[in-house]
């Protein structure tokens, strides 16, 4: 799953939970259907962060007042009114996850992020097919960008390294203490 599948994914729970009781407001039933349209990708995370970021700072203070500020042409007051407490602790949850995700791909270089999708992709795939993570692992230092070295010769052989060396032993107590310091 990609982020913009999660951030989407969210979206469409959080609106399902607050629109099974505000079906009867037009705004709110045009708003589900919008989201219900949507295809996951970078625009659709954009317009999501674009919305959430005049009200960011309101979230964890649960200000419905100053978030209703932000969107006077939407009903807000009265679709959260219809909403039970325990489904509008469940969206007020959800919609923090949200806003601390978007923040965090905000700071994520997008490469960056598609190496790192790519890499989550390949692990769970290589989990749910069971044994394929050694394969994986081989080529993760690749995909991450890191210097090829001389693995080629290695990857044939999946013996560990060798155990370290044991410690030849100090002849005295101070030296050993010195040896420890250094």
């Not at 219900?36 to 962060?49: M, N, Y």
């Not at 009200?55 to 959260?80: C, G, M, R, W």
């Not at 790192?116 to 692992?137: R, S």
């Not at 080529?139 to 070295?149: H, L």
């Amino acid at each position: 799953m990609t982020s913009h599948n999660a951030i989407r994914d969210s979206v469409i729970e959080m609106s399902r939970r607050i629109g099974r009781y505000n079906m009867d407001i037009p705004e709110m039933k045009k708003l589900m259907e919008g989201i219900e349209r949507s295809q996951p990708g970078p625009e659709f995370t954009d317009l999501v962060r674009q919305t959430l970021a005049p009200i960011s700072q309101h979230i964890p203070t649960k200000n419905i007042d100053e978030i209703a500020k932000n969107y006077p042409t939407f009903p807000l007051k009265d679709i959260v009114g219809k909403v039970p407490e325990s489904e509008q602790e469940a969206v007020w949850q959800a919609l923090g996850m949200t806003n601390m995700l978007l923040t965090t791909l905000q700071m994520v270089p997008p490469q960056m992020l598609s190496k790192i999708e790519t890499m989550t992709n390949q692990m769970m795939g290589a989990m749910q097919n069971g044994g394929a993570l050694t394969d994986l692992f081989k080529n993760m230092g690749s995909m991450m960008g890191n210097m090829e070295t001389n693995d080629s010769e290695e990857s044939d052989n999946d013996t560990p390294p060798p155990p370290p060396r044991p410690r030849k032993k100090s002849v005295s107590k101070k030296q050993d203490f010195r040896d420890k310091l250094c």
